[in-house]
């Protein structure tokens, strides 16, 4: 009796150390960047500073996460305020007709020790394609300031804009068609 109540416990302890767990990004310390070619010399970088993702796991090393990604594009920042606000317009990301870009995770494939292959569904400018990107699982701490565990991930890539029918007027002389997508986020658990 005594030794089916310890693997009872076991069991249940076990079940709930790996239990499903969300994550949300700590905009404080999240970044989503980019940087496409200008003209075929030169890098022009940029961010997105309104947006939230979501994982859910059950794994501690995030072998099975899901991902979900929204992003207000008219939060678009490459410090120059003339860019960005032609970056706005109906030329590029056309914020009135397309507010949000939405990434939405399919699968998740292990490369070696916490790296990962990401795929997953990017809609941007009304058009959805898969994606493939590369994911590194930094490690999980307990944050000293709120004694919550925290989770650290760096997600690069490169996708072609193109593909998303966006800035179909600017050629790839201007506009390098390949864009590379750098983001690093640190992720609370919120149960």
């Not at 961010?47 to 008219?74: E, G, H, M, R, Y």
Request: proline content about 4%; aromatic content about 10%; some cysteine.
């Amino acid at each position: 009796m005594k030794k089916t109540i310890l693997l009872l416990t076991a069991a249940m302890f076990s079940i709930s150390a790996f239990a499903q767990s969300t994550w949300k990004n700590d905009p404080m310390h999240s970044k989503l960047g980019f940087t496409i070619t200008h003209l075929m010399v030169s890098d022009v970088d940029g961010i997105f500073k309104d947006f939230s993702c979501t994982i859910v796991a059950s794994k501690p090393d995030f072998s099975d996460a899901k991902f979900q990604l929204t992003v207000n594009t008219t939060s678009v920042n490459t410090d120059v305020d003339y860019r960005d606000n032609d970056l706005r317009g109906a030329n590029y990301f056309d914020v009135a007709k397309f507010p949000t870009m939405t990434f939405t995770s399919t699968g998740i494939s292990p490369v070696s020790t916490n790296h990962y292959k990401l795929t997953g569904n990017l809609t941007l400018h009304g058009v959805t394609k898969p994606v493939t990107m590369d994911l590194w699982y930094r490690g999980t701490i307990t944050n000293p300031m709120s004694k919550k565990d925290d989770a650290g991930f760096k997600l690069t890539g490169v996708i072609k804009r193109t593909d998303f029918g966006f800035a179909p007027g600017a050629g790839t002389t201007m506009l390098s068609d390949e864009v590379t997508i750098n983001a690093n986020g640190e992720f609370a658990k919120a149960n």
